[in-house]
């Protein structure tokens, strides 16, 4: 090789490799993603278990890619793959797929699963479902697991560094408190301590989630649950949202917000971020043609007043235009309105606290 040449490839070269290692934002862009949660976050946990929470008959999945169902409770994709998409990490698969494994593990997994609460007793009528407490011990099974792939090391870095999602607490009210009239938490609890209750238990739950790595935590509680439809074929008038379950969604959720603003504190660093989906949804209700919605108080996919009552099933009245839904079925979103809620995760400002996805990402790519 001459000395020309070797000096082009010097110039030329060289300059171009600093340049791509200093400029990937992959640096400390995340590389992997965690769900816990709910059934509003679950890919199908539940199709592995004995249980009744499931979304795994049609029409659930027709707008999802392969339009079957998988699982989600969504026409289509469900929040935690939208957030996926934005993040640029592969699909997640659910903990449970026994597909799950070398380095598909590496990428993160899901362990949410339908009918759970912040309660152990929450959902019971659900048999065999993934309750928080072990939701968190497989996802010490996990880090066990890809350990034994990568080590000890990078497996904490790639826990420190991934963004990491929550979706619980409607359950704890919906299905628990108001479950049925005179149930044991509400003759146990007056609505006010059942609520204080729930988040020093869900403040339990972050911290575990804090002990066992997670740094980049996204917390939603609840949607306005006396909105969703399958609450008011039940317990409204006129369609209008529900009162009591109102109340409980207006007590939890901005004590949630306000415990994550102190956890925050104690730690001395931003790791949780509130995501107010109350708000979301009530920007919706309130100004639906803002956001290309048609009905917001009916579900696409049901029966009964509200098409709200019992089961999305290959039985129920579907609707024609899903994009014009808020609500798919009685209680989940529709695709499109995830992806509005997404959104404002990413870019908002008013629901979001103390930052946004975007720029907690921004920021972190910046201190290399
Ligand atoms: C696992 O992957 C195989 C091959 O891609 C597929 O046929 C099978 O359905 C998958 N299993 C589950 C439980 O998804
Ligand atoms: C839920 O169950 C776990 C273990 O099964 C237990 O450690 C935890 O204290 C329970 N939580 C509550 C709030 O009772
Ligand atoms: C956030 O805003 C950026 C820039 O406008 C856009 O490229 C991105 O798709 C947005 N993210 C979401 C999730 O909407
Ligand atoms: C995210 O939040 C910041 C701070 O609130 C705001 O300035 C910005 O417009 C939001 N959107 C994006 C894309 O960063």
């Excluded at 199709?47 to 027709?62: H, K």
């Excluded at 839904?325 to 103390?354: C, M, T």
Aim: hydrophobic content about 40%; glycine content about 8%; overall charge positive.
């Amino acid at each position: 090789m001459s000395f020309i040449t070797l000096a082009t490839i010097l110039v030329f070269v060289f300059p171009y490799l600093v340049f791509a290692t200093t400029s990937s934002t992959d640096v400390n862009a995340p590389k992997a993603f965690f769900v816990f949660g709910d059934s509003l976050v679950d890919n199908g946990n539940n199709n592995f278990l004995i249980t009744s929470a499931r979304a795994d008959s049609p029409p659930y999945g027709i707008d999802y890619p392969s339009h079957r169902p998988t699982g989600r409770f969504s026409n289509g994709k469900n929040i935690p793959d939208i957030i996926g998409e934005h993040i640029g990490v592969d699909p997640l698969l659910p903990y449970l797929d026994p597909n799950l494994t070398g380095k598909k593990l590496l990428n993160g997994a899901n362990f949410a699963s339908a009918g759970i609460g912040i309660l152990n007793d929450t959902g019971i009528q659900f048999v065999n479902i993934i309750r928080m407490p072990y939701q968190l011990a497989l996802f010490e099974q996990y880090q066990e697991r890809v350990a034994a792939l990568i080590g000890t090391e990078k497996t904490k870095k790639l826990v420190n560094e991934a963004i990491v999602l929550i979706t619980c607490g409607g359950n704890d009210f919906v299905n628990n408190y108001y479950l049925v009239p005179n149930s044991f938490r509400s003759l146990q609890y007056k609505l006010p301590d059942y609520v204080r209750l729930l988040v020093t238990e869900y403040q339990k739950i972050l911290m575990r989630l804090y002990e066992l790595g997670a740094r980049k935590v996204l917390v939603t509680a609840t949607g306005p649950l006396g909105c969703a439809p399958s609450i008011i074929a039940v317990r409204s008038q006129k369609g209008e949202c529900a009162k009591e379950l109102q109340q409980a969604a207006n007590l939890f959720n901005p004590q949630v917000t306000a415990m994550i603003s102190l956890l925050n504190k104690k730690l001395g660093k931003d790791i949780f971020i509130s995501v107010e989906a109350h708000h979301i949804y009530l920007d919706f209700i309130s100004k639906p043609k803002t956001f290309g919605f048609e009905v917001v108080n009916k579900a696409c996919c049901g029966q009964g007043p509200y098409n709200g009552l019992g089961l999305c099933t290959a039985f129920s009245n579907l609707c024609p235009n899903r994009n014009a839904y808020v609500y798919w079925d009685g209680y989940h979103p529709s695709e499109r309105a995830s992806r509005l809620i997404v959104q404002e995760i990413f870019n908002g400002s008013k629901y979001v606290n103390p930052m946004n996805l975007s720029t907690l990402i921004a920021m972190d790519s910046m201190k290399v």
